[in-house]
């Protein structure tokens, strides 16, 4: 069993920064994928970026795009989502995801798809 452990979470106001970490406990994600979700007070969990073994595939919701960066460093078997320009709308919780397989990366947008996922971290941000 995978797991998954996320970290960087905060307050932060309008227009600032966070940096999200996700560790896996095993480094057999390391040739799997692994991506971001997030979910709002009564609502559903919904896609941020997901990025394939390599780190040379990535996608992201059209919400964050220009904004947000994901990245992983197979090494240390981490996720990283870079967050800038933060709004208000994106206060959630932020959950990380992997699996052990490598399909299209567009198969990876649906949650349903990943077998592991972290406990999740908060994110404020302030108007």
């Known amino acids: 069993q995978v797991t998954l452990v996320e970290s960087g979470g905060g307050l932060v106001q309008s227009g600032g920064s966070l940096r999200l970490s996700c560790a896996a406990s095993?480094?057999?994600?390391?040739?799997?994928?692994m991506g971001w979700f997030r979910q709002a007070p009564e609502k559903e969990r919904e896609f941020v970026a997901t990025?394939?073994?390599?780190?040379?595939?990535?996608t992201y919701a059209d919400s964050v795009k220009g904004r947000f960066t994901i990245s992983r460093d197979n090494a240390k078997n981490t996720v990283y989502l870079q967050m800038n320009s933060l709004k208000p709308d994106d206060s959630a919780v932020y959950y990380c995801?992997?699996?052990?397989?490598?399909?299209?990366?567009?198969?990876?947008?649906?949650?349903?798809?990943?077998?592991?996922w972290g406990q999740g971290t908060q994110v404020t941000v302030s108007s």
């Open positions: 995801a992997a699996d052990r397989t490598n399909y299209d990366i567009t198969y990876y947008l649906n949650p349903e798809n990943y077998s592991y």
């Open positions: 095993d480094s057999a994600v390391s040739t799997g994928i």
């Open positions: 990025v394939d073994w390599s780190g040379t595939s990535t």
